[in-house]
């Protein structure tokens, strides 16, 4: 089973910031890889999809970089909305594996 | 606009049988979709179930897959979770999500709700 590590745990920023999270897979899983956003009571989000796409509806400030082991999401100017919890998921290998994500909190 | 509705009992007692719906509107299930369980204990991360297509293939997480069962009703436009021999550890919110194909692979790109399921006595 492939492990998806995330860092920080927490991250945190004030709204206008940059944000750059980090999910590394314990071997390679070549571009796919997810992100979600979840916020408190609510189903996760798709952001990303293949590293660096952007889901439909997904605005601009949004973007996904890396393939292999490392990959990066980037929140280029934090919006109030922001705020949530983000996971990594990889569907390379079976089963599925999810990062125990990144919690972004206002500073 | 696809969206999927989860239901089932909010309590199932320890050694029952956990078994959830996954109601599909505004699409139909067999259409070129995988569908998804994932499932988050109070308080921590998600966990992949497993998924099912309408053709009846199935994929299960090996931590689960004696215990797991998923099922497609084409009929009811709607698919199905059993989880047996329920523990504590069971006890979560349980997804049901859409996966959307990419080429090789899916991702969630619709999710329901959730529903709580606890297991307990």
């Known amino acids: 089973e492939i492990v998806l590590t995330q860092s920080p745990a927490t991250l945190s920023l004030s709204p206008g910031e940059r944000a750059t999270l980090s999910c590394r897979a314990s071997?390679?899983?070549?571009?796919?890889l997810a992100w979600y956003q979840q916020k408190p009571g609510q189903a996760p989000r798709l952001l990303i999809y293949?590293?660096?796409n952007r889901a439909t509806g997904i605005p601009a400030r949004f973007s996904g970089s890396g393939s292999g082991t490392d990959f990066t999401l980037t929140i280029s100017s934090l919006e109030p909305e922001d705020f949530a919890v983000y996971y990594c998921?990889?569907?390379?290998?079976?089963?599925?594996?999810f990062g125990p994500g990144t919690k972004v909190d206002i500073k | 606009q696809v969206q999927l509705q989860e239901s089932g009992p909010g309590l199932v007692k320890p050694s029952g049988t956990l078994s959830l719906t996954c109601a599909v509107s505004?699409?139909?299930?067999?259409?070129?979709?995988?569908w998804s369980w994932v499932r988050q204990p109070p308080g921590k991360g998600l966990e992949w179930i497993g998924e099912?297509?309408?053709?009846?293939?199935?994929n299960y997480n090996p931590s689960l897959k004696s215990r797991v069962t998923i099922s497609v009703d084409k009929s009811k436009n709607q698919f199905s979770l059993k989880l047996s021999s329920v523990t504590a550890a069971d006890t979560a919110v349980y997804y049901c999500?859409?996966?959307?194909?990419?080429?090789?692979?899916?991702?969630?790109?619709?999710w329901g709700k959730g529903t709580t399921v606890t297991v307990s006595s």
């Open positions: 505004g699409g139909s299930i067999s259409s070129s979709n995988w």
């Open positions: 999500a859409r996966g959307v194909i990419t080429g090789k692979v899916d991702y969630m790109d619709v």
């Open positions: 099912i297509y309408h053709s009846g293939s199935t």
């Open positions: 998921q990889q569907r390379s290998n079976w089963p599925s594996t």
């Open positions: 071997q390679s899983v070549s571009s796919y």
């Open positions: 293949d590293a660096s």
